[in-house]
Structure formats: structure tokens, C-alpha cells
């Protein structure tokens, strides 16, 4: 495969908003406004392929953007030797963090954008009802807790699903415009069906440099800016969240650690608050040693984090395969893209919205890291706040 990169001001002189580009059935990875969408399909690829693949093509780069060029975009699942597969898009628009635009194209694909129609309301009706069960869910909960005061695990992550079915396809393009307006900086993505909006920065690479943003400890925002302070006050001061977190930031300080030649962190974590609910964060960067590895090879290490998961990681994930019921898929591993220099960024996914093949029922996830002091319905109240953020961009009308 060959292709082309120049900026798009050389194609177009519309300005292109990438949710609109990736539109229903493209690829998208921004926040924002700074990241890349895709149209088309050049090529489905494997883990092992992905790597030698981009390396391979012969980019012809006119735009003068170092990072500009194709890309592959996808997801790891949850158990992330789950079969998978990442696409190489036809075209690819990105916008960098200056501001600009670049396009490519693969092979002889042509850039063609049409503004979209503009989006208007509609009258639908939805039902929401549980997948798993809220009693299974509780139970699952105290079970993992009482495993944790057992000292057979250190923390697991329990979840929940709910199903939203309406009588009128879900409008993707729609959905991404709701979640840029209340969630600009979150991680917004859609791949194959899968979209959300993450707050939750797994790992990124450009050059010589990697990051990450782990959160763990949550609690809920009212929008009383009096009483938001107050639980976030609250929240630092929690000796479960605080030990939740802790767990979180040693694993992935300890897993990109081999492969720097230094690491900082913040020294007490922050609270990061998005439209509904802040959490407990702590922001991680280093300088990575030679030979580099890639995003990809840092985000698989990752994958799922103890955010998702748990610690000591393979019982964690025991626990939750005894207890929880129910298959995650993609929810609670990682979506991102990575580029032919091994650069790019990857998000846990959270806050996200598998559809159907008719779009007419979408399966939600929620969960909360359990450690020996959780109360079930204080966890079940938690997965109904982080609901809201999907909930409401599914049915707002």
C-alpha cells in the first residue's frame, strides 16, 4: 500500500469537524478537537500485523506535519487475547494541537466531503432495562469485597450492564455531537459500532515521550459548584479511594518503568472532573529509552488496567470471571490509533455504548473498583452516575 499526506487546505477549503467526517460508519479518536478520523477500510489487520504494515507503506508526506500520515485505529478488548482486529482507514483527516489539518489517502482513494445535514430532533421512544441482574450485581459486589478483607486480592473491578432499545436507529453522528458538547475533553471514539467518551488517558506516545492519566476513586457532580467542592473534598480524603488509586498508579508506573530511562508522577493525585461525576487522578510522564517501543506494545503491556481490572492483575481477573456474569467485549479495554513512527494515544474505554448491527439497541457498561470496606449499594449508586453520561447522549433528543 501506498499514500499521500498533504495539509487539507491543499484539498479543501471547507473546515471539517471530525466527528462529522467520521460520521455513522467512520473511525474517530479526538479530544479536544485535536486527533484523527477515517472513512473506508484499506485494510483489517491482526496484532502482529499491524506494525510491519505501517512501517511498510510508502507515505509520500506533503504536509510538513511530522505526525501526519496513515494510521491503524481500533480496540483492545477487556481480555485482549479475545479475537480483535485494527483497520487501516482509506482516509484519515487529523488536526494536530497547533491547528492544523492533514488528509491522507491510501492507494487510489479519493478525499470526497460533503457537509452533512444538519442534525434534527426526532421523536423516539427508548426502554432501559438491566442485563445483569442488580441483586446478581450487589452479590457480586460483597463477594469480591469479602475476598479482599480474605487478603486473596487486593482490588477487583465489578460492573454492570443495561440495554437502551428505541424504535428509530440510533443517529451515531448525533451521539459523537452530543458527547463533543458535554464531554470536548474526554477521548471521543468510535470503532465499528463502539463509541463513547473516555476521560481516561492509558498511554501516549510522541517521539521520545510517554504519558498517562490513570483515574480510579469516583464520586458523583450535583453542578451546585458549593456541594461539588465539598464531595471533592470528600473524595481526596477517602481512605478506599485513596487506597483504590494507589493500586491503580503503582501498576502502571511499575509497567512502563522498564522501559524508560526516567518516570514523575504527581506526588497526591488531583480530582478530574467531567460533566457528571469527578474522579481521584494522577498525571505520569517519562522519557522512553532505545530501542522505543511503539503505543501499541505500551497499551497491550497496559491492558486492562487495575482501573478496569484489578490487583494483583490474573486473580483480579479470576475473581471477576466467578462473579460478575457477563461478557465484556470491548468495555474496559483500550481504544486508540498509532501511526508508522510507533506514535499515538490510546484511551481506556469507559463511558462507551456497543450497538447493534441495526442500531436499534445499545448495550451499556459501568463499574467500581472493589477493595475490602466497599458497600455494595454505594458501588451501585456510582455505576448509575457514570450511566449518565451515554444515558443521556443515547436519548437526548
Known amino acids: 500500500m501506498r499514500s499521500t499526506t498533504q495539509l487539507l487546505s491543499a484539498v479543501t477549503n471547507q473546515q471539517i469537524d471530525l466527528n462529522d467526517f467520521a460520521s455513522n460508519d467512520g473511525y474517530l479518536f479526538v479530544r479536544d478537537g485535536v486527533g484523527v478520523a477515517g472513512q473506508g477500510v484499506a485494510k483489517r489487520l491482526g496484532r502482529s500485523e499491524i506494525a ?28 485482549s487475547s479475545n479475537p480483535h482486529d485494527f483497520v487501516i482507514p ?24 460533503r457537509a452533512p445535514d444538519e442534525i434534527r430532533p426526532f421523536a423516539a421512544s427508548f426502554m432501559v432495562n438491566p442485563g445483569i441482574p442488580v441483586d446478581h450485581y450487589l452479590e457480586a459486589v460483597r463477594l469480591t469485597a469479602q475476598a479482599v478483607r480474605e487478603k486473596k486480592i487486593d482490588k477487583a473491578v465489578i460492573a454492570r450492564d443495561i440495554f437502551v432499545t428505541t424504535n428509530f436507529p440510533f443517529d451515531i453522528r448525533a451521539i459523537l455531537q452530543r458527547l ?79 522501559w524508560c530511562s526516567f518516570l514523575d508522577w504527581q506526588p497526591e493525585p488531583t480530582i478530574v472532573a467531567v460533566a457528571n461525576v469527578q474522579h481521584l487522578g494522577t498525571e505520569i510522564s517519562g522519557q522512553l529509552s532505545e530501542p522505543r517501543p511503539s503505543v501499541l506494545e505500551l497499551a497491550y503491556a497496559l491492558s486492562p488496567t487495575p482501573a478496569l481490572g484489578g490487583a494483583p492483575k490474573q486473580k483480579a481477573l479470576e475473581q471477576i470471571a466467578l462473579v460478575e456474569g457477563m461478557n465484556r467485549g470491548r468495555y474496559g479495554g483500550a481504544v486508540g490509533y498509532v501511526n508508522k513512527s510507533g506514535d499515538g494515544k490510546f484511551a481506556v474505554a469507559i463511558r462507551c455504548a456497543e450497538l447493534d448491527s441495526t442500531r436499534m439497541t445499545a448495550r451499556l457498561f459501568a463499574g467500581g473498583g472493589i477493595v475490602g470496606d466497599s458497600d455494595p449499594t454505594s458501588e451501585l449508586a456510582e455505576t448509575q452516575a457514570k450511566f449518565q453520561a451515554m444515558l443521556a447522549a443515547l436519548i437526548r433528543p
Open 52 to 79: 510491519a504494515t505501517l512501517s511498510a507503506m510508502e507515505d509520500d508526506n506533503r504536509s510538513g506535519i511530522a505526525e501526519a500520515g496513515p494510521i491503524a485505529i481500533g480496540c483492545i478488548p477487556f481480555i
Open 90 to 113: 482509506k482516509v484519515v483527516v487529523g488536526k494536530t494541537s497547533g491547528g492544523q489539518h492533514w488528509v491522507t489517502t491510501i492507494d487510489d482513494a479519493e478525499f470526497d466531503f
Open 180 to 258: 463533543k458538547a458535554s464531554f470536548g475533553s474526554s477521548y471521543r471514539y468510535l470503532f465499528d459500532g463502539f463509541l463513547g467518551a473516555s476521560p481516561e488517558l492509558l498511554v501516549a506516545v510522541e517521539g521520545n515521550k510517554v504519558s498517562s492519566h490513570p483515574l480510579a476513586g469516583t464520586a458523583p457532580r450535583t453542578g451546585n459548584p458549593t456541594i461539588d467542592q465539598k464531595i471533592a473534598s470528600e473524595l481526596i480524603a477517602s481512605t478506599k479511594n485513596q487506597l483504590e488509586h494507589r493500586i491503580v498508579i503503582d501498576m502502571v508506573h511499575d509497567t512502563l518503568l522498564p
